[in-house]
């Protein structure tokens, strides 16, 4: 790991805490998503708050340097291949 990435994991993950805090402010300003509206229950700010947890939970992956035994534990999963996770 090293220090560049760390902090563009916690970068992703402020950008992903942003998102989800004010979910209210970008329906204001950027609209509503049509396709969270059909979806959802919750509607768009729902949506909003959906992607931001995502984006939470990828740039704290990156950030511990967790991405490629998430990926090789997900890929041995659902494909049967023998990759070895640390």
């Given amino acids: 790991m090293t220090f560049g990435k760390f902090i563009l994991g916690i970068i992703i993950a402020t950008i992903g805490f942003l998102i989800t805090w004010k979910s209210e402010w970008l329906l204001n ?3 509503r998503l049509e396709s ?3 979806y959802l ?3 768009t700010r729902l949506g909003y708050k959906i ?3 995502i984006l939470i ?3 704290l992956l990156y950030a511990t340097d967790l991405t490629d ?10 494909f049967s ?6």
């Fill in 29 to 31: 300003n950027f609209g």
């Fill in 36 to 38: 969270a509206e059909r």
């Fill in 41 to 43: 229950n919750g509607g």
């Fill in 51 to 53: 992607i931001g947890i």
């Fill in 57 to 59: 939970i990828i740039g």
């Fill in 69 to 78: 035994n998430l990926m090789a534990s997900i890929s041995n999963l659902l």
């Fill in 81 to 86: 291949t023998n990759i070895e996770v640390e």
